[in-house]
C-alpha cells in the first residue's frame, strides 16, 4: 500500500512539474528565408563558389590537355622529353588538387566565408529567441525545421514571426 501512495506522489510530483513547463518552435528555413541579408549572403557565397570552381576546372582542363598532348606525341619524345612531360603533367594535377583542398576543404576558404557571412545573422536570431524565451517563460525551443522527429505541432506554439518582429522583419 505504501508503495501504491508512493508512486502516485511521484506521478502527481511529475506531471507538476511536465505543465510548469513551457515550449515553443522556430522555423529557421522560414525565418532564414525572410531575412534579406540571409539572401545577400547565400548569393554572395554561391558567386565566390563558382568563381573558385571554374579555376580548379581551368587547372583541370590543363593537366587534361597537356596529358592529351602527351599521348598523341609520346611516340615521337625522347625518354628525357617523356620524362619532362609526365612531371609537368603530374604538376599541373597536384597543382588543381591543392587548389580544390584550399577552398572546398572542410577548413577551407568557403567554409571560412560562410562562416564569416553567416555567424552574425545566426547570433542575431539566436538573441531574439532567446530575449523572446526569456521574456515568454519558454523551457525549450525547438527547431522544426532540422528536427524530424516532429510529426505533428500546433501553429499556436510556432514563434517564428515573433523572431522575425523582433528581428525588425514583419511578415
Known amino acids: 500500500m505504501k508503495k501504491l ?13 511536465v505543465s510548469a513547463q513551457k515550449f515553443a518552435l522556430v522555423d529557421m528555413e522560414y525565418i532564414l528565408k525572410n531575412i534579406p541579408a540571409y539572401e545577400r549572403a547565400n548569393e554572395q557565397l554561391n558567386q565566390v563558389s563558382k568563381k573558385w570552381q571554374a ?5 583541370t582542363t590543363e593537366a587534361q590537355t597537356l596529358y592529351k ?3 598523341s606525341e609520346a611516340v615521337f619524345l625522347s625518354e628525357e622529353q617523356k620524362t619532362k612531360k609526365e612531371e609537368a603533367i603530374v604538376a599541373k594535377e597536384k597543382e588543381a588538387a591543392e587548389l580544390k583542398k584550399k577552398y572546398f576543404a572542410p577548413e577551407g576558404e568557403l567554409f571560412k566565408k560562410r562562416e564569416s557571412l553567416m555567424t552574425p ?16 517563460g519558454y523551457s525549450l525551443i ?5 528536427d524530424a522527429g516532429i510529426i505533428f505541432a500546433s501553429p499556436k506554439i510556432d514563434i517564428s514571426n515573433e523572431v522575425l518582429s523582433k528581428l525588425g522583419y514583419s511578415n
Do not use: H, P, T, W
Open 55 to 59: 579555376e580548379v576546372e581551368a587547372l
Open 121 to 136: 545573422i545566426q547570433d542575431e536570431i539566436y538573441n531574439a529567441v532567446k530575449d523572446i524565451c526569456d521574456a515568454k
Open 142 to 146: 525547438l527547431d522544426r525545421a532540422s
Open 5 to 17: 501512495i508512493a508512486f502516485f506522489v511521484f506521478v502527481l510530483g511529475m506531471g507538476m512539474s
Open 69 to 71: 598532348n602527351y599521348q
